[in-house]
């Protein structure tokens, strides 16, 4: 099992920029896919970005491409997340995630991930 802390959100105005982190602990491993997820009062949960453990490709929504930056230090067991250029839209809990496969393909998909941090707030007015 992996265990996973985010840290980094706030409120910001629009136009800013906000890194998040997400220390993992437990079980973890360079080969894990990790990535990041938003949900929005009354929204659904969705992808933002994520990067496979095997080779490192990243993926991300196509709301924040060109945006923000998903990366890793894999010596500390940490996944950043950095967001540039914040919308009001960009609001919402932001949550760490873990799969154990490596070379995932389903990478937008929640049930995916077996490991979900708490979540971090991120607001941004406009």
């Known amino acids: 099992q992996v265990q996973l802390v985010e840290s980094g959100g706030g409120l910001v105005q629009a136009g800013a920029s906000l890194r998040l982190s997400c220390a993992a602990s437990?079980?973890?491993?360079?080969?894990?896919?990790m990535g990041w997820f938003r949900q929005a009062p009354g929204k659904q949960r969705e992808f933002v970005a994520a990067s496979r453990g095997v080779d490192s490709s990243v993926d991300y929504a196509d709301s924040v491409k060109g945006r923000f930056t998903i990366s890793r230090d894999n010596a500390k067991n940490i996944v950043y997340l950095e967001m540039n250029s914040l919308k009001p839209a960009d609001t919402g809990l932001y949550y760490c995630?873990?799969?154990?496969?490596?070379?995932?393909?389903?990478?937008?998909?929640?049930?995916?991930?077996?490991?979900w941090g708490q979540g971090t707030q991120v607001t941004v007015s406009s």
């Open positions: 995630v873990a799969s154990t496969a490596g070379r995932l393909v389903l990478i937008r998909r929640p049930g995916e991930y077996q490991s």
């Open positions: 437990g079980r973890t491993s360079s080969t894990l896919t």
